[in-house]
């Protein structure tokens, strides 16, 4: 497969990878298919917000599907999303998914603050060695 992309004009791969995108956003093909997608186009396709409300769910059911495919984790981790344009089920799958594995998608927890909102506040534990700075007042 990568033999003949290498034989195409620009203008042909450009609108080959319009096609693999909406494969991707297509809900219809199974995860499977678009999975093969990314393995086999992994560094040359993007996602692609589409316009307005319009579902993300095909790319949300990708992340619930990430934990055991390193590939498929790299390439959701490095894409670039705009969560609060997304319908607010798809975004809050998303934003489950990504809190579940926070240590594999460490790019989009950094550029979205949607993701971050969203992300549970760690507890600090008082310090053992100053209780007296510790204490609440009474």
Request: hydrophobic share 40%; charged share 30%.
């Given at each position: 497969?990568?033999?003949?992309w290498?034989?195409l ?32 186009f ?45 319908p ?5 799958t ?5 809190n ?9 927890i950094s ?25 609440d007042?009474?």
């Amino acid at each position: 497969m990568r033999l003949l992309w290498s034989f195409l004009e620009e203008n042909q791969r450009a609108e080959i990878l319009k096609e693999l995108h909406d494969i991707l956003m297509e809900v219809d093909t199974s995860k499977e298919k678009r999975v093969k997608v990314i393995h086999d186009f992994q560094d040359v396709i993007q996602f692609t917000e589409p316009e307005g409300k319009t579902s993300r769910r095909a790319i949300a059911a990708l992340f619930s599907i990430a934990a055991g495919d390193e590939v498929l984790r790299s390439w959701l981790d490095a894409q670039q999303y705009t969560f609060s344009d997304w319908p607010v089920a798809e975004a809050e799958t998303v934003s489950q998914v990504v809190n579940e594995n926070q240590e594999n998608f460490k790019g989009i927890i950094s550029r979205s603050r949607f993701i971050k909102n969203r992300l549970p506040v760690p507890e600090v534990e008082p310090d053992a060695t100053n209780k007296e700075d510790n204490q609440d007042e009474t």
